[in-house]
């Protein structure tokens, strides 16, 4: 059993923070003073929108720690006790904002403390708490259209892509993969069909092999492959989102998927497995939506088993200038108008595309999982880069 701090995405202290932001919405302070309390702290504050002009530029982040470097105070930024002393100290704006000076300063770094570090959602600034709940939402709120949305916005083919990602893992028969960022299954369901297969092709390949079987025998062959047609292999899909996990079960019962197959609900930045676990480690179009990327990278690492590999196909960046303006008019200007009519939803497809412009380019990608400890990383451009699958082996 994995320690039970490591069970669950844990929602953290949310109550203070957001009781907090909230006062901060409300208070009689200008915006200006607040503002002026150090750190930005303010709930939902949008940070001013990037212009559109064509080719979208990725916004640097606002200096801080960054996925690459961990913030040595991320703790002691997120603990409950700094929550709570913000909480404790909010009631005395009034005077702080008559005396200014030290305790101004003293009170806006408590609350820029419990409010947490700086991240992006989209084109817009958030905390990192503010960015895991948005995702959150995002999710539960596509679930039930995801899939045809899929085949909308890509015309089909992310079904190519995710088919390419399974050749490229070409699993054994025995394989144990873990597919975190799950969501309704598609890679899960790859797999299985490939690895199925695989043992009928093996199966016959040691029929043929021996000339003098009886019909008797080659019957029986069959049907003991019958019985367990995947042998030992098995897929956990691991996501953070109960909705997603949801319809991805409905539709393994809808399409007869039951073996070897497993639904987990757990954060990629805090899997709830065992150490060296895993042959295998995939994420589809999960780890751009992962808050802290450095952790699901360590994590990935700490859950295969030594030779495993690790295998990411994500959102990437288009080199070529005339494809890429192409790619940006279709990505902002039709995108969003599909999810609005397919699934009711504007904002989270208008996340989905500003998310793909924020996510590290394929060499900033390559060199994070080399800073995990992965060895032999590499990466396949896939359509000119729109997408990109990177490659990785624990030794
Ligand atoms: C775009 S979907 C991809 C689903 C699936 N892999 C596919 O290719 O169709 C992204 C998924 O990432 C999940 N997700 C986001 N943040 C996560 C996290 N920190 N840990 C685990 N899953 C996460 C979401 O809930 C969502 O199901």
């Known amino acids: 059993m994995p320690p039970a701090h490591k069970q669950l995405v844990a929602p953290g202290c949310l109550g203070p923070e ?27 504050h949008r940070a001013p929108p990037p212009r559109y002009e064509g080719r979208v530029r990725r916004q640097p982040l606002p200096p801080g720690p960054t996925a690459a470097a961990p913030d040595p105070l991320r703790e002691v930024r997120g603990s409950c006790l700094c929550k709570m002393a913000a909480a404790a100290l909010w009631p005395c704006r009034a005077v702080l904002a008559r005396r200014g000076g030290v305790l101004r300063a003293l009170c806006g770094s408590v609350r820029g403390l419990a409010a947490g570090t700086q991240t992006h959602f989209g084109f817009q600034t958030v905390t990192e708490e503010e960015r895991r709940e948005k995702i ?17 916005m890509t015309l089909g083919i992310h079904r190519v892509w995710k088919d390419i990602l399974v050749h490229k893992m070409n699993p054994s028969p025995g394989t144990l993969l873990l597919d975190v960022a799950g969501g309704t299954g598609d890679i899960a369901f790859r797999f299985i069909n490939y690895v199925r297969s695989a043992r009928e092709r093996q199966l016959q390949r040691k029929l043929r092999s021996h000339q003098n079987l009886s019909w008797q025998e080659i019957s029986e062959s069959y049907q003991e492959e019958q019985c367990k047609p995947l042998g030992d292999s098995q897929v956990v899909v691991c996501d953070i989102n109960k909705e997603m996990l949801k319809v991805g079960k409905q539709k393994a019962q809808y399409l007869g998927y039951s073996e070897g197959l497993s639904w987990v609900l757990g954060n990629a930045e805090e899997l709830p497995f065992n150490d060296d676990k895993f042959d295998v480690y995939t994420i589809a179009f999960g780890i751009r939506n992962v808050t802290r990327i450095d952790l ?52 989270s497809y208008q996340y ?15 060199a994070m999982i080399e800073e995990a400890g992965f060895f032999k990383v590499d990466y396949q451009n896939l359509n000119l880069g729109i997408v990109a699958i990177h490659s990785g082996f624990k030794l």
């Open 352 to 366: 989905l595309v500003e998310s793909i412009r924020r996510f590290p380019p394929q060499e900033e990608l390559k």
């Open 18 to 44: 957001l009781a907090s932001s909230q006062a901060v919405k409300s208070s009689q302070l200008p915006l200006s003073s607040v503002l002026s309390l150090g750190t930005n702290t303010q709930c939902g």
């Open 136 to 152: 959150n939402q995002v999710f539960e709120s596509v679930a039930k259209k995801y899939d045809v949305m899929n085949d909308s």
């Open 296 to 347: 699901a990278l360590q994590e990935a690492y700490r859950v295969l088993k030594p030779g495993g590999r690790f295998l990411c196909l994500e959102f990437s960046h288009v080199s070529n200038p005339v494809i890429s303006r192409l790619y940006d008019l279709y990505s902002f200007q039709v995108i969003p108008v599909l999810g609005e009519v397919i699934a009711g939803d504007w904002k």
